[in-house]
């Protein structure tokens, strides 16, 4: 065990709440993160002691704003987060973690096998770069991966027509949102929207940003780029 992992506190009432039966594998979760993801470099040392409110829990509300039985796409998963935890605390979703680096993939993997998540599917490559090479999603996830109007044109056009991105984001969403409002308009965006959750889980709560769209994610931009998806599909199958 590393020094950092034996920093890591007992998970608190909330957490066996709010992951239910799965806590044991939220427990798990936790010691991975605190160990080898401290080992590894994907998370810091110091946010070993507040991994519960500050990151399992902190994510795992999400689940409070996100429909039942929809397929998600966790964009730039990192060491799991929120992807992981919310899928514990939901079984009924299909889940992608999307991440760019090997390192992360390979740790991703190694999580999800060990906590038996049949129902996550873990994707090495970059958002931009999946056009086509994964199914449109009901749903993007992501948390601190980009500022908001960087991270929606990874996001955006990942999603299906109507679908949305729930962003965990700090106290600067509304800002965020005003200087990105030009580049949403451009992506298709037809609604916004500051979402508070975990009322009685954490303080503060999380803050969510909502991004829907209408019927064409990505907008102009990307519906050519979404046409020619489309004819290779069809290509591929027809060989």
């Excluded at 110091?46 to 509300?61: F, I, M, Q, S, T």
């Excluded at 990192?78 to 992807?83: D, H, M, R, T």
Aim: aromatic content about 4%; overall charge neutral.
């Amino acid at each position: 065990m590393t020094e950092a992992a034996a920093e890591l506190p007992q998970a608190p009432e909330e957490a066996r709440a709010v992951f239910g039966e799965y806590f044991p594998e939220a427990v798990r979760y936790a010691e991975l993160l605190a160990d080898a993801g401290v080992k590894r470099g994907l998370i810091g040392p110091r946010e070993v002691p507040r991994l519960w409110e500050r990151h399992l829990l902190n994510c795992a509300v999400l689940s409070e704003v996100v429909p039942e039985g929809v397929t998600v796409c966790d964009v730039g998963s990192g060491a799991g987060l929120p992807g992981i935890p919310l899928a514990l605390v939901r079984p009924d979703l299909k889940i992608t973690l999307l991440e760019p680096l090997l390192r992360r993939t390979n740790f991703l993997q190694e999580v999800v096998e060990l906590l038996g998540l049949d129902h996550v599917t873990v994707v090495r490559g970059r958002a931009e770069e999946m056009l086509g090479k994964v199914q449109p999603v009901h749903v993007v996830t992501a948390r601190a991966v980009a500022p908001l109007d960087r991270l929606a044109g990874w996001g955006v056009p990942l999603l299906r027509p109507y679908g949305e991105m729930l962003a965990l984001k700090g106290d600067t969403a509304e800002e965020e949102i005003l200087g990105a409002r030009a580049a949403l308009s451009k992506l298709g965006v037809v609604n916004t929207s500051v979402l508070h959750v975990g009322e009685g889980i954490v303080d503060p709560l999380s803050t969510v940003v909502r991004v829907e769209v209408g019927e064409s994610p990505g907008g102009v931009r990307f519906a050519a780029k979404r046409a020619k998806a489309a004819r290779t599909g069809r290509t591929r199958r027809r060989r």
